[in-house]
């Protein structure tokens, strides 16, 4: 939390249906100056029993960054959905955003992912092959779980 | 009494290991082993009411991914701004309150770090704030305290005497002294002025035992620390130790184990019984896990608990209303405790009994003010820590004393700008920016930068919204709801009925710095010299109130560019309208007319591929409409493309465009001050064109020239030039001249004008030629004139010549001008010639300004790019001097040039000079000491430059603000050479090698290197700029006196002074003879 500090991250198109992109607004602040390019990447934790499953959905380099106020817009790919298993597709999931600089993780930004149908009907008798279109996705986005970790920063 | 414990008030069941009450008292923040601080309100602490109110916020901000261990210290600033917490990690962070939303939703307040206090190599076990906030000290565990400056945080001094953990410290209320317990068993008083320990207590503590901090406290009045871990006889105590020669005095016995912590309460009671008697109120708190509560009028404790923890008690913190507290323990809780005045025995007392009682210890050292807060040293001055007090550095001499009365009182009277900056003056907060409010994706998504790496990977540039804005705003106590603000107590609870929400909007003005609403700028009819962010942020200051509050909340980035455009269209629009206002007045007024523009006819050109065509493109040519040249030192750079350069030597690098090919000339000679006009001009720009200052009496002289052409019989052209001198519309003479005259220029007594083949003629004002025929090395560019004796002539290849007309001889001839980097994109902005010497000052279209000393030998340069790094810089707008109008339109200039490429990015290539910004920024990263050296420098530049100009004000001016500035930081090896310089030697006779060493020797230093000793060096001149040296001297003493660590050398110089200036009146060899 040093040298940046996340001051706003909204989520656009929340809720939408679970193939649609994923649209964080990120607003941050750079205290102190840095010479490398921050990581930013977006995890989608697929199964909550097995790391495995976790699935980066996508990862960029965002620089030069300047001191003072910056903001930026990341919009990754929806998850793949065949990656996930199917017991775990629907109900309550987490996606990470996650900011590294030289590599270690310093922010990681945790928000509750709850996959559901639109229609009652199907919520009640849900299709053995989840139906991707109907299913709708919702990040809990005000309840934001943020932990920072220390880093070296020079 | 109430004694209370908040279930929720926790930290995961993990240690408090801190817990501090805001000076307000509507919060308290805690340091917990689970490496969090929380800010907790005070209110559903204190009433049970408003603890069951669910809508009553109690937690108000949890710092979570801070620190990474536990939290050993949290502590309030005095004046309740910050909050310090220092850490197991080795940090200490700063926390300010912000008023932006916090990135987790539903808190109630966001505080956020201000600064990271790095310097530790271990724990950090405590950290204190100095009573007057200037400072924060940091103690740790390895072996160290750190003191910090409250300014930038930046690291004062490290004090390492203590030879194990020192694990607490405590401030001496009144400033002097700076106390620190260790495990090293001894407790060591630290000297605030210069750091230095005053001494080292051990007596008391010899013995072992354990614990994690020992926390000792002061007195409020300053006159006993309250050690802990004291060990008397087997039984533990809490040691007094007296502030007097730091005895051992009484101890506070009863606790079982260690006393670990003792707290004082802040304020200073006065007995029920008998009321003369003052008393203060002291907890302990152990390790055995009881608090006790002792009065200092008492032989026994007031109150003891022992069941109230579990285990070891951390910290106690007092609420300031002086009757309640709260504790917090190793069990991982806090305890609250609200008591009566007749359970104290005592009741507060006011702010004038505070004041005699103070002054009963201290005499006049120590000064209360309306609201009973002690009073500390003025501007920040280190040494004024030291005056006064015990143990302080005490005046020698009445004289001493005398002038440091003086010196206080007369401080207004030296300027109101001088000590803008003291050394470790309390910072205001950063300039309050935006908010940051949403920015719509596309917008974003527009204009983020996008590349692809190498690696495959998208690379994003972000947006850059703002500068830092923190907006960090003093916390307001905290609100709670209306209904439940009833039940306040004035004695138990510290609460008060606030309408005003903590968060609350503030209207703040945008954050861009370019750019302004084009509906509000105020016409200038000036020209565009103006200072860009001085009338900009006139603009849109209105347009804030104006609550157009669109503006603002929406996509700040279109607006940015969208306002550029608006601009570049606005300001070229601008000029064009107020052209042909200027020149309807101007049609008006029967004062001149500038219509060379109009009226230039397109000229045969024969364009020479040599010369080098000046950069100045339409925008220049604008400006030169909007001046006013009413003054006849106001220049205007020409510009003609269809212009001809035919020299007879071959251009050195310097080529100035010369002036425009007219037919009709017209120039106003007035007598007008030139300084306060030209600086009126250019500081208030928003004035309206002061066609109207001119004042209609007294020498209004107007020169018209016409130029006519004739056809001779060999069909070549021939021109004449018909000069008319009038005055008050009525024709004084006419003359009639050959060639075609391109410049003129005078003044009341003389006129000068040069024709196109270079030829110079000077009439004087009754039309009679004083010189005339005079040829100068190529045609001119420049002409002009002071208002006395002087004319001033540069040629297009960048030569100088001054002539004395009066006495028809040269000053200056044929100086070229001064080395300049990337001399051909710049031209001469602005030339004259100084009143009483002429000497000749150029200014540049960068700023840069330069004056030619004969003395010197070669031109000197006025302005100084990086002087904004030091402390003072020429933004001294209340001074009319000459020497500060040139510097501050080079800064004018610079601004706007920095300004200008914000908004023509794309036209910003070569920037050559670093804009003030970017200098700015920098000197915000500069230690303490580097802005020392820089600042010392640049007043020493600027005095020398003041001797250059002649400008005797002006050097007085900076002499002072040099002396004060020297003694600010006690610099007593320049202050002496100043003296010594300005001291001169013993007799004004020895000339001639006859030594008299009056009191020559007297303590001073510098005997050996006496540079009046040899009669062959150089006479010592009395006078500077027509001052007297010796009475400079005599007021600057005064100043350096208010420093008292300098008395010595005051008072030797004082002693010199008044010895030397008897001297210089009698003969020696009187006395000698009257013997």
Known sequence: MSHIRLTQVLIHNNPSSFNSPFIFDISFECVSPIKEDLEWKVIYVGSAANEKNDQVLDSILLGPVAVGQNQFVFEVDPPDANKIPK??????????????YKGEDFIRVGYYVNNDYFEQELKDNPPETPDLSKIQRNVMDDKPVVTGFPIQWN | MKILKPQWVTHGGLSIYS??????????????????????????????????????????????????????????????????????????????????????????????????????????????????????????????????????????????????????LAWDPLGRYLASQSEDKSLIIWRTSDWVVETIVTEPFKHSGNSF????????????????????????????????????????????????????????????????????LILLGGQDSTLSLWSSSSPRSL????????????????????????????????????????EVGGSLIGPEEKQIFFKNYYGDAVTVDKEGNLIYGTNGNLSSAANGGSHAILPENPDQLAMEE???????????????????????????????????????????????????????????????????????????????????????????????????????????????????????????????????LNGRLDSAVDGSNDRFSHPRIRDHQHKDSNNHHHKSSHHDKSDKDKSDRDDQSSSSRHNKRRTVEPEPTISITSSKKKKSSGGSSNKQQNDQIQQNTAQYINNNSNNVIISTVSAPGFSIPLPTLTNKISKKLIDQPIQTAALNNRLFPTMTPNTTTTPGIGGSIIIDVNITEQELQDNTVEYFSVIRYLSFETQLWENRIAGRITLITGNKNWCAATTLDSLLYIFNKNGTIIMSNIVPRNQLSFLESNRTNHLLAITCDGFVCVWNVLKKKVELSNRELPFLKNRDNLTIKHAMVTEESGKPIITFSNGDSFVYSSDVGEWVKITDRLGVLSEYNSNDTTNTGILSTLQNNNRINSIINSNTSNINNQQQQQQQQPSVSNLLSLSNSESQQQ???????????????????????????????????????????????????????????????NNHHHNHTTGMSMENTNPFSNSLSTPWESTILGLSKRSLLKEILPIMAGNRTLQRMVGQFKESLNAFSKNVLIDPFDTLLNK
């Not at chain 2, 601080?37 to 937690?59: F, Q, R």
């Open chain 1, 87 to 100: 017991d775990d597709l629907l109900g309550v999931t987490v996606v990470f955003l996650i900011c590294a």
């Open chain 2, 406 to 536: 003086s010196n206080a009182n007369g401080v207004g009277s030296v300027g109101g700008t001088i000590n803008q900056s003291g050394v470790g003056g309390e910072n205001d907060p950063k300039n309050p920016n935006s908010t940051s409010t949403l920015q719509p994706t596309q917008l974003a998504m527009q204009n983020q930068k996008q590349t692809i790496m190498p690696g495959g990977k998208r690379r994003i540039t972000p947006i850059f919204i703002g500068s830092s804005s923190q907006n960090i705003t003093k916390p307001q106590p905290v609100a709670i709801p209306l209904h439940l603000q009833q039940l306040q107590h004035s004695s138990s609870s510290p609460l008060k009925p606030m309408e005003i929400e903590s968060s609350s909007t503030t209207v703040t003005l945008a954050s861009t710095t370019t750019g302004a609403t084009s509906t509000t700028i105020t016409p200038t009819k000036m020209t565009p010299m103006v200072p860009f962010g001085l009338n900009k």
């Open chain 2, 213 to 280: 901090f020992l926390r000792p406290s002061w007195t409020p009045d300053g006159q006993f620390i309250v050690a802990t871990h004291g060990i008397n006889n087997a039984t533990h105590t809490g040691v007094l130790v007296s502030r007097t020669d730091w005895d051992i005095g009484l101890d506070l016995v009863g606790h079982r184990k260690a006393v670990v912590v003792s707290r004082c309460s802040p304020k200073i009671y006065k007995d029920f019984k008998s009321r003369d008697q003052k008393f203060c």
């Open chain 2, 303 to 342: 109150m003891v608990t022992r069941s109230l923890f579990d285990q070891c008690i951390q910290d106690i913190s007092w609420c300031s209303d002086g009757y309640s507290f709260v504790a917090c323990s190793t069990d991982g809780t806090v305890g609250y405790i609200s008591l009566d005045p007749e």
């Open chain 2, 19 to 168: 817990v501090d009450i805001h000076p307000d008292g509507t919060r308290m923040a805690t340091g917990g082993g689970d490496a969090k601080i929380k800010i907790w309100s005070m209110a559903p602490i204190s009433l049970l009411e408003v603890e069951e109110d669910a809508g009553t916020p109690k937690l108000l901000c949890s710092i979570e991914n801070a620190h990474f261990h536990s939290v050993n210290s949290v502590k309030w600033s005095k004046d309740g701004k910050y909050l310090a917490s220092g850490s197991d990690d080795k940090l200490c962070m700063i926390w300010g309150l912000s008023n932006n939303n916090s990135l987790i939703k539903n808190t109630t307040e966001n505080w956020v770090c201000v600064a990271t206090l790095r310097g530790h190599a271990s724990d950090i076990s405590e950290v204190s704030w100095s009573p007057d906030n200037k400072y924060i000290a940091t103690s740790s565990f390895d072996k160290t305290i750190i003191i910090w400056e409250t300014n930038k945080f930046q690291m004062v001094s490290k004090l390492e005497e203590h030879k194990g953990f020192v694990k607490g």
């Open chain 2, 931 to 993: 802005q020392q050296l820089s600042t010392s420098l640049f007043l020493e530049k600027q005095l020398w430059l003041a001797q250059v100009l002649e400008s005797s004000l002006e050097y007085k001016h900076w002499l002072l603000i040099y002396t004060k500035y020297l003694t600010n930081c006690c610099n007593i090896v320049k202050l002496t050479d100043l003296c010594t310089d300005l001291l001169g030697p013993s007799s004004t006779l020895n000339l001639n090698g």
